[in-house]
């Protein structure tokens, strides 16, 4: 039933795009069923031109002669369209939990709009049950995990923190060779100064709290897709 509540709402969000459109193309479960469909409406005539958030997404996007670009070329997209791991009843989301971050931040940010699909289950009252990503440099490693520790825990993280791992004993590497620290939270009390205080430390490079930057998301459930918007106020 949950990749059937993903494609109905990347469904959703395809039949809102007008032709022409410079797009953003998110990673991860719900952001292949968009890719996919997008493909169809391609063959099908739509004209679009795209910039991927991954090499995964890329190579699918490739798959289906969707056409690329990047932001050295594109430097302004009109919309990007991503999956979220969380989304809180202002639409600030968790991302990172397919390792793609760091180019998804970069690629929203580019945007003029951020839509998120995804089915009911990501909807939470707080942010913090799904494991916040952080992404860190290979160096300093040590230091830099020391450094993240000390911070979640002043933040009240009731979990510990964890080297994302590829396999048991390889540590998951990003697509721009970091690894990934992800933060047990339980619940995020202070995001905009969790997100700060992360960033001040050396060794992160970016870490997983998408704050203000969603507009609009479709929410899937088995009563149908319902359309979550920023209040303007």
């Known amino acids: 039933m949950s990749e059937e509540l993903k494609r109905q709402a990347a469904a959703m969000a395809l039949a ?3 032709p022409g459109m410079r797009l953003g193309l998110g ?6 069923h968009f890719v996919e469909l997008l493909g169809e409406k391609v063959a099908a005539g739509f004209d679009c031109i795209c910039v991927p958030t991954s090499e995964a997404t890329a190579r699918q996007a490739e798959s289906l002669n969707i056409p690329l670009s990047d932001l050295d070329r594109l430097d302004r997209l009109d919309v990007t369209i991503d999956g979220a791991d969380e989304i809180d009843p202002a639409l600030n989301l968790i991302k990172g939990g397919g390792g793609a971050l760091l180019r998804e931040k970069i690629v929203a940010a580019a945007s003029d709009a951020m839509v998120v699909i995804a089915d009911s289950s990501k909807l939470v009252p707080v942010l913090g049950r799904f494991p916040l990503p952080i992404e860190v440099n290979r160096f300093g490693l040590g230091a830099t995990r020391r450094a993240v520790a000390e911070t979640i825990a002043a933040h009240g993280a009731e979990g510990g923190l964890r080297l994302r791992e590829a396999a048991p004993g390889t540590p998951f590497v990003t697509d721009g060779g970091h690894l990934i620290l992800d933060a047990f939270f339980g619940r995020i ?40 918007a920023v209040d303007p106020q």
């Open 189 to 228: 009390s202070r995001p905009e100064a969790l997100s700060r205080d992360l960033l001040d430390i050396a060794g992160v490079v970016q870490h997983g709290l998408f704050l203000k930057m969603c507009t609009t998301a479709y929410v899937a459930a088995p009563d149908g897709v319902k359309t979550l």
């Open 27 to 32: 990673t991860g479960s719900t952001a292949r």
């Open 16 to 18: 809102t795009l007008q």
